[in-house]
């Protein structure tokens, strides 16, 4: 079965770092597309950053502070984030268009996705 881990949340001040790792399990995504997304309490789920076959794409509220990466061999992809602010407390997803490596920002592209792992800054 194909299942999608995230881990690296947790708890830091204002400008701090975090990491947040999305690992595969049962299927190797080499090109699929795959995302991250974010919904805070009382909002609606958004999308943060994504990696396509052959683009990568950000919310205009990360740019420059988030930095999605993938690596192949460990079937992992990662969200480093740095500058953060109050307003990037969320739950963070990850997830991935099974069978299409076209980058989507719309959440409905995507038809699997992670538990979710909660990141919250402190101001």
């Known amino acids: 079965q194909v299942q999608l881990v995230e881990s690296g949340g947790g708890l830091v001040q204002a400008g701090g770092s975090l990491r947040l790792s999305c690992v595969t399990a049962?299927?190797?995504?080499?090109?699929?597309?795959m995302a991250w997304f974010r919904q805070a309490p009382g909002k609606e789920r958004e999308f943060v950053a994504g990696?396509?076959?052959?683009?990568?794409h950000y919310a205009d509220s990360v740019k420059g502070r988030f930095t999605i990466s993938r690596d192949n061999a460990k079937n992992t992809v990662y969200l480093q984030m740095s500058s953060l602010k109050p307003e990037d407390t969320a739950v963070y997803f990850c997830?991935?268009?099974?069978?299409?490596?076209?980058?989507?920002?719309?959440?409905?592209?995507?038809?699997?996705w992670g538990q979710g792992t909660q990141v919250t800054v402190s101001s």
């Open positions: 997830a991935t268009r099974l069978y299409s490596d076209y980058l989507s920002t719309g959440s409905d592209a995507y038809n699997l």
């Open positions: 049962g299927r190797t995504f080499y090109t699929n597309a």
């Open positions: 990696s396509g076959s052959a683009a990568t």
